[in-house]
């Protein structure tokens, strides 16, 4: 079985590439907005900032090294944070513009999709009359006919690359069952070391819905898959957010929070801040009688190479 929790790590994705700006004022675009924001998630408890770049002109995910310098650098002299380079990127980039910054910035962290997938986001057309920006309704629709792309060859060379020459850990992000097994797959080539950190993702359509059962399950089979080599966390787009939050920390895991993966704090309520999600998921978990991960437990837990290690 995975390790025994002795804290409750919080990452906070501030960004992503998923929401436009049209969808809530408070979406973080600037470097210095994504800075702020991460810097105040810090503050209220996250130990993992999960990064993404936008153009600031436009609020469209972009995926260029100095973005992320000009906010990285900020991040990492306010906090301990450990910062974890996204190689998601923006829906659409091709492998090499997603793993741009995290290959100049050599984070102790990065995300990795741990398979291809359809990602459908254009549900979200039917929300909005009209849009600030004309990518977003393109990029929205898009999503119809796209799917992720993760081949086995992605993966391989995403682990070779970041993990062997870099020597970053990953946030596996496993939408799906089948991911699980893509990942154990990876581990017997011996191409990356344990303790690893895999996060499951919930309630993307062309992923595995948001229903409790499926956390049960997944978590289930991770444990035969993985024993005691793992720590797991969950996130859980939009509504679900808090409420599968708050399931992975009574069950022994950790969580994701922040606006990358829901835009709101309550049922129609926009959240102000990511640092109003990472408030409210700690008072509930310290509510539970659990205590926050610092970021030097998130380190010695996931086995990190340490901040003085990254190019910021």
Known sequence: ????QQSVIITCAPTGGIHTPTMSPHLPITPDQIADSAIEAVE???????LHARNPETGKPDPRPELFQEFCPKIAGATDAVLNISTGGGLGMTREERLRAAVAISPEMASLNVGSLNFGLFPMLEKYDSFQHEWEPEFLEMTRDFIFKNTFGDLEYVVKTLGQEHGSKFEFECYDLGHLYNLEWLINQGWIEGPFFIQMVFGVLGGVGADLDNLMHMHTIADKLFGDSYEWSVLAAGRHQMRFAAQAAMLGGNLRVGMEDSLFIGPGELTPSNA?????????????????????????????KGASNVRV
């Open 1 to 4: 079985m995975a390790s025994k």
């Open 44 to 50: 209220a408890g996250a130990s993992i900032i999960h």
């Open 276 to 304: 109003a999600q990472v408030t409210k998921i700690r008072t509930i978990v310290e509510e539970l009688g659990m205590r926050v991960a610092t970021p030097a437990e998130a380190r010695e837990r996931l086995g990190l």
